[in-house]
């Protein structure tokens, strides 16, 4: 049975498409959604359910996710993926309409533009497919008013003896009676593919600069439909982001935590996005994302036999690894064309590197949070740590500062559901020695085990360190002075090579280091915890640090509240030449008392 509470719990809000799958693999239904985590939050409602739609949710082995930047992104990827793959309930649930372009034609010699739904049969250039007929028609209106290209049908246009209405209004230039050169329509229809393209942002940037002078001649009608017009520009702009006129293209993207890695296949095919598809591949003990993705793209693409047909012209990864030129070399060989792989990209292809990268950050993160997979992995710390019961409740703890400066301590909570963020505790330390990591430590567990011990919190059964023996000496140290004497205390360090996979654990109990096999569930659960706790510190210590560095070091001088800084400041001209005062400067100043000179002058100098 599908868990959906833990994959929900970790589910982002940010738009794209879902798939569902059943226990076979086989895809039931592909969907898009404005917030993922809202749209298949419904879908588990206790009550309230469609029969068609209770019947698909009994049906849900699994789901994984696509991340987009917008919801129009979404809908285009939702449409390509159900003409790619049917899936059976949208099919009964589903309109399968085809979605409009743009057509250009290509046998005339005053080409004509239009909208199109249907096969490709006519000579000429389609541009889209675009998210509605609405915003097609509505720019082809804007289109025939910048450029005024011809829309009418040739059946209309082969029997003009004079211009028609559309050239009265000035929205065609009445080539059907030669009103106007062919260079110059040639010219205009070239402007109009290059906006089709998404190429020519001077139409958009020309609008604006009328829109405003508009509104300062206070003609505000007419910038109004100035501004309307911008709008609709964009609106068809935005459709040419995910999809383009050319390019086949796979974009691999790595995460990796915890032991765990997934692959994010995102396929691009004649400049469209056809979908994408997660793998969890199992690592060795050494390897880490670019050996991962090396490894990973010679499987796919060599030893699965994948046809010419099917690889791509181009493969983007989000790590780059030392033999990329030779399988690019060996890919081409296999496929009878050039094939190459590149990490640094921009314009289109960055934002698809970034879509592939969050979508498999997510999918990795959702893969963890299985209730099943976090089970597994309880259970096997349990046989690791040769404990006669499986632990419940885990904490970890670490530090984080840079320097000294803004020192943070992090504690983060796991059960056997995962991450428990509602127990999460950050402590921001003060009055130790800068850079004091033992001090920190002492600080953060007194303050957390005080409370823990006065019932404020649930005693964990096993406390994780992020630190070797000295800081498990420090925390045996805090817990026996609180008489904490049945709480086992895990040491997690990083080893001599400091890679992944290699942690030395110290068990405080019996004094015994040790190192788990690479590819333990138990090791596993314990970089998971480790990795969340660093995070949670990091973040924490860079809010405590921005934040301070943002205040004026005035601030928190007893008796200089805000007008007295800016008094300060407007005589001084800054806080630097503040400080460089003498008690006597400060004291000149209207409202400032010799002894608050003294006490501004020492609070400066004592930072």
């Not at 001077?202 to 300062?216: C, F, G, R």
């Not at 640090?545 to 005035?554: A, G, M, Q, T, V």
């Not at 001084?572 to 010799?594: C, H, P, R, T, Y």
Request: aromatic letters at 8%; proline letters at 3%.
């Amino acid at each position: 049975m599908f868990d959906h509470a833990s994959f929900l719990k970790t589910l982002t809000t940010k738009p794209g498409i879902y798939q569902m799958y059943d226990a076979d693999g086989e895809i039931l239904y592909t969907g898009k959604a404005k917030n993922l985590k809202n749209r298949l939050s419904s879908y588990f409602r206790q009550q309230g359910l469609a029969v068609k739609t209770a019947a698909l949710v009994s049906k849900i082995a699994a789901i994984e996710v696509t991340i987009t930047h917008t919801e129009t992104e979404a809908l285009l990827l939702e449409h390509n993926l159900i003409k790619q793959q049917r899936p059976p309930y949208n099919i009964l649930l589903r309109d399968d309409k085809s979605f409009p372009y743009i057509y250009l034609s290509s046998q005339h010699e005053f080409p004509r533009i239009a909208v199109h739904r249907g096969a490709k049969k006519r000579q000429g250039r389609y541009f889209g497919p675009y998210p509605n007929t609405y915003a097609v028609k509505e720019s082809l209106n804007l289109l025939q008013k910048v450029f005024k290209v011809r829309q009418c049908e040739d059946s209309f246009y082969n029997h003009r003896s004079r211009p028609c209405l559309q050239y009265q209004i000035n929205r065609c230039s009445a080539p059907c009676v030669n009103k106007v050169a062919a260079d110059d329509y040639a010219e205009s229809v070239r402007h109009t593919v290059m906006f089709l393209e998404g190429k020519n942002k001077h139409l958009i940037t020309a609008l604006a600069n009328k829109m405003e002078a508009a509104s300062t001649a206070l003609e505000f009608e007419q910038a109004m439909e100035y501004r309307d017009n911008i709008q609709y520009l964009q609106q068809v702009q935005a459709s040419q982001y995910i999809e383009g006129e050319s390019g086949d293209i796979d974009i691999a993207a790595c995460d990796y935590r915890a032991g765990v890695v997934c692959i994010q296949l995102l396929f691009v095919r004649g400049g469209r996005v056809l979908g994408s598809k997660s793998y969890f591949p199992k690592v060795h003990l050494d390897e880490q994302q670019p050996q991962i993705l090396e490894a990973f793209l010679s499987q796919y693409y060599l030893a699965n036999g994948a046809g010419a047909d099917n690889m791509p012209r181009e493969i983007i990864v989000s790590h780059e690894f030392d033999g990329a030129d030779a399988l690019a070399k060996a890919l081409s060989t296999a496929s009878g064309r050039k094939i190459s792989i590149s990490n640094r990209v921009r314009s289109n292809r960055a934002k698809w590197l970034k879509l592939a990268s969050e979508t498999a950050q997510q999918n990795l993160t959702g893969h963890l949070a299985n209730k099943q997979t976090l089970y597994q992995r309880f259970e096997a710390l349990q046989q690791a740590l040769k404990l006669p019961q499986m632990p419940q409740r885990l904490e970890c703890f670490d530090i984080s500062h840079s320097s000294g400066e803004a020192t943070v301590a992090s504690c983060v909570v796991f059960d056997t559901n995962g991450p428990l963020k509602s127990d999460y505790r950050r402590f921001n330390i003060e009055a130790i020695t800068a850079g004091d990591d033992y001090g920190a430590m002492r600080q953060a567990l007194g303050r957390r085990y005080t409370r823990i011990k006065s019932g404020e919190a649930t005693m964990p059964d096993i406390l994780f360190i992020d630190g070797g023996k000295g800081q498990v000496t420090q925390a045996l140290s805090i817990l026996q002075e609180l008489q904490i004497t049945d709480l086992l205390v895990v040491g997690v360090a990083k080893g001599t090579t400091r890679k992944a996979g290699f942690e030395v654990l110290y068990r405080a109990d019996t004094h015994e280091e040790f190192i788990m096999p690479a590819d333990s569930s138990a090791l596993h659960l314990v970089q998971h915890i480790r990795d969340e706790s660093h995070r949670f510190a990091i973040t924490g210590h860079k809010q405590r640090r921005d934040k301070k560095r943002r205040e004026s070091p005035l601030q928190g001088i007893p008796g200089v509240g805000p007008k007295r800084r800016r008094e300060l400041l407007r005589h001084f001209g800054g806080w630097q030449e503040v400080k460089a005062a003498s008690v006597e400067d400060l004291a000149n100043i209207s409202g400032i008392s010799e002894k608050l000179a003294r006490d501004i002058v020492a609070a400066l100098h004592n930072r």
